[in-house]
T-cell receptor, first 116, second 111 residues
Framework: EAGVAQSPRYKIIEKRQSVAFWCNPISGHATLYWYQQILGQGPKLLIQFQNNGVVDDSQLPKDRFSAERLKGVDSTLKIQPAKLEDSAVYLC??????????????FGEGSWLTVV | SQELEQSPQSLIVQEGKNLTINCTSSKTLYGLYWYKQKYGEGLIFLMMLQKGGEEKSHEKITAKLDEKKQQSSLHITASQPSHAGIYLCGADKTGANNLFFGTGTRLTVIP
């Protein structure tokens, strides 16, 4: 079974530029998450989708961050304009809603962003 | 204030030694997850605990959740260099199946 796919793995941009990250969850997983992990800290939830609906985006800085999952499968996270403090690893994760597999959350390898 | 405390923050052990990492919440949790992360990589799922008093084992790693579902421990028996990495506990606080993470424990195993 293929895992959570993310791209690009690495990105360096200048402040005030924009960047987009893509995620393809494990096949059949209805729930998709984006987390931000700053160096030395634990991951912080940015947004949670159930199919193409938003479950929780309370910690998403909506003035510069946006995310979509239009068809309920893959997702894109965008940052515009980027700030220095956005330098972090952006982790995508997914989980199933099937009763037997519910709750196990699987993570991708992350997209590393450096803002200079 | 940190809602999910992990201790210790870092740990250096000799290969073959046993070790324990703790994760404590001030509130009762719906679920507690343990992940391992190596530098530059994503989080590898280890174990999920949902019931008070639950204990799970996989190879040389055992995780327990206390009866109140507020404290968990991860125990590694006879540590190996392959166990080195950052161990993260993540908690489901609301039942919405999203996780709040601790700051992690960095484990170094000296051959």
């Amino acid at each position: 079974e293929a895992g959570v796919a993310q791209s690009p793995r690495y990105k360096i941009i200048e402040k005030r530029q924009s960047v987009a990250f893509w995620c393809n969850p494990i096949s059949g997983h209805a729930t998709l998450y984006w987390y931000q992990q700053i160096l030395g800290q634990g991951p912080k939830l940015l947004i949670q989708f159930q199919n193409n609906g938003v479950v929780d985006d309370s910690q998403l800085p909506k003035d510069r961050f946006s995310a979509e999952r239009l068809k309920g499968v893959d997702s894109t996270l965008k940052i515009q304009p980027a700030k220095l403090e956005d330098s972090a690893v952006y982790l995508c994760a997914s989980s199933s809603t099937d009763r037997g597999q519910r709750n196990t959350i699987y993570f991708g390898e992350g997209s590393w962003l450096t803002v200079v | 204030s940190q809602e999910l405390e992990q201790s210790p923050q870092s740990l250096i052990v000799q290969e073959g030694k046993n070790l324990t990492i703790n994760c404590t919440s001030s509130k009762t949790l719906y679920g507690l997850y343990w992940y391992k992360q190596k530098y530059g990589e994503g989080l590898i799922f280890l174990m999920m605990l949902q019931k008070g008093g639950e204990e799970k084992s996989h190879e040389k790693i055992t995780a327990k959740l206390d009866e109140k579902k507020q404290q968990s421990s991860l125990h590694i028996t006879a540590s190996q260099p392959s166990h080195a990495g950052i161990y993260l506990c993540g908690a489901d606080k609301t039942g919405a199946n999203n996780l709040f993470f601790g700051t992690g424990t960095r484990l170094t195993v000296i051959p």
